[in-house]
């Protein structure tokens, strides 16, 4: 799995020395360091409790980090006043395990929720979005293969269907970066292709770099250019998936038969 | 493993805790044995075993109910309606901002705001509504405004005690998702929040209407209008068949706002 050829190799987001704590004390990231270039999809793994989901949250700080910087396209996140904040996490897409629509409102209102962060209160309190982005909206449903229900409530969708919307409400953000938080965790193995195929073409088409916090080790090969392996709120991989060897594996998750993961990867 | 005589023996309870529990029944029988005691002191008996007959007396002279009574009790009917709806929607309007400030996920700030919040709630939750009537009918005067008060009143800390628990146990990952995207504090919880709170917002409601029905019915008796002037009157004058009519109308009143009710909550969730 390749992506198109790098238009640009600038550094899009830069995590430098990113440690959190939490209150009780647990060391959740410790010393994370790592850059993304524009385009680039990396995938995220390792074992439970490793501090997958504190760093995808740290860097929408919807995680307040303990210590370090985050930047993205050279604006310091790290740094900035909660008031501030909202003008950033516009520019941050992000999609959740279990999809975290608001489960009362329609599929239309949802994905126009990706605008929140560009228009008032009263506009959107009367859900009277620009022309726009109603239009960008129903784009993007079209995309995702869920035209035909945009009124629908949120709830009447299954599975697939929810996270398809997921999908949409981030890219209606108009994002210079994805933060995918275990999409196909909730999915069963087909729709979990499906859906991380839709991811990867997305990507692709708009350039658009991502971060996917994955459990999948073999859906993580298969799909992402570029894995970064946590242990223990480390970073212990940072490679292509051809360099993910079991000696490797065995370092980001402990000692387990690895042989039977080599051969699904390949009738994958 | 080998040796039977070393089996483990699993105990559901410690022994301390089986003593206490006998200790917390033996509590309990004395305490009953006690108020019977109590209550049997200041019975008079006599009293009691003529109770049939009392009643008996009392139930020929109530029956039949004077039907013709009705007419005048369609204006004090309507002012009991117009009370208990009336004083539910001044609660609810109250209520609303107070259990966004007592929710510990909204409130702004949990030191100072919330308590203020919940004290509130429990200070409208603590006197009864024929209590606050009481108080109000002294204060404003007699008539169907201070029914009105003390209904909204008694309603603020019902409403917002329910609706708070409701915001605090709202889908964390909705919120933030919505949180995400960018959104203001205003639109966090308009798209957040709001959605998740409406079913149980309107049944709460709507079940504090009910409620209000029932207890509107009894504050004229404290001169705070509705039907419970006319009962009152009918009460002091002796007239048992006006007061028998008074509970067939407000038997009929009640069964209707349940049925309105449970329809209306059927409806939303």
């Known amino acids: 799995m390749s992506g198109p050829a790098f238009r640009s190799t600038h550094t899009l987001l830069e995590v430098s020395q990113l440690s959190k704590t939490y209150a009780a004390g647990d060391k959740a990231l410790d010393d994370v360091s790592f850059s993304i270039p524009a385009g680039q999809v990396v995938g995220l793994i390792g074992p439970s409790g490793a501090g997958k989901s504190t760093l995808i949250r740290c860097i929408n700080r919807l995680v307040e980090p303990t210590s370090g910087t985050i930047s993205l396209s050279g604006t310091n996140i790290t740094g900035m006043s909660t008031s501030e904040l909202r003008s950033v996490r516009r520019r941050i897409g992000m999609i959740f395990q279990e999809y975290a629509l608001v489960e009362r409102l329609s599929v239309m209102e949802n994905v126009l929720s990706g605008r929140l962060g560009y228009v008032s209160f009263w506009r959107s309190f009367t859900r009277h979005y620009p022309k726009a982005d109603v239009q960008k909206a129903f784009a993007l449903l079209d995309r995702v293969g869920l035209i035909d229900h945009a009124s629908k409530r949120a709830d009447a969708l299954s599975g697939g269907q929810r996270q398809r919307v997921g999908i949409a409400r981030a890219l209606e953000q108009d994002p210079e970066l994805l933060l995918i938080d275990e999409p196909t965790a909730s999915l069963d193995p087909k729709t979990s292709r499906q859906i991380m195929r839709l991811l990867l073409e997305i990507c692709n088409e708009q350039h658009l770099p991502a971060i996917i916090n994955i459990h999948d080790v073999v859906l993580a090969r298969q799909f992402t250019e570029r894995l970064i392996g946590l242990q223990a709120g480390r970073i212990v991989f940072d490679g292509s998936p051809a360099e993910l060897t079991e000696s490797v594996l065995t370092r980001i998750y402990g000692e387990e038969d690895w042989t039977t993961l080599d051969h699904e990867t390949e009738a994958a | ?269």
């Open chain 2, 1 to 269: 493993m080998n040796t039977t005589d070393t089996v483990p023996v699993w105990q559901h309870r410690t022994t301390g805790k089986r003593l206490l529990i006998w200790f917390g029944w033996l509590l309990l029988v004395a305490l009953c044995v006690y108020s019977w005691q109590l209550m049997t002191r200041d019975t008079i008996w006599a009293f009691v075993a003529d109770a049939p007959r009392q009643a008996a007396d009392l139930g020929s002279r109530m029956f039949p109910p004077r039907w013709s009574y009705i007419e005048k009790l369609w204006m004090p009917l309507w002012d009991t309606l117009n009370i208990a709806t009336l004083g539910t929607l001044l609660g609810v309007v109250i209520a609303i901002p107070v259990a966004f400030l007592a929710a510990s996920n909204t409130t702004p700030s949990k030191v100072f705001v919330r308590p203020v919040a919940l004290f509130i709630i429990v200070a409208s939750r603590s006197i009864n509504s024929l209590i606050w009537a009481l108080l109000l009918v002294s204060i404003i005067g007699p008539g169907l405004l201070a029914g009105i008060v003390a209904i909204g009143l008694r309603s603020i800390g019902f409403v917002a005690k329910l609706l708070y628990e409701a915001i605090e146990e709202t889908d964390r990952l909705q919120i933030e998702a919505v949180t995400a995207t960018g959104a203001s504090g205003a639109q966090i919880l308009n798209y957040g929040i709001v959605p998740q709170v409406l079913p149980a917002f309107y049944g709460i409601s709507v079940f504090r209407w009910d409620i209000n029905i029932r207890e509107s019915t009894i504050l004229g008796l404290v001169g705070a209008g509705g039907i419970g002037v006319q009962l009152q009157a009918s009460l002091n004058t002796l007239a048992w068949p006006q007061v028998t009519m008074i509970f067939v109308v407000i038997l009929g009143t009640v069964v209707i706002s349940e049925w309105v009710s449970a329809r209306v909550r059927h409806a939303i969730i």
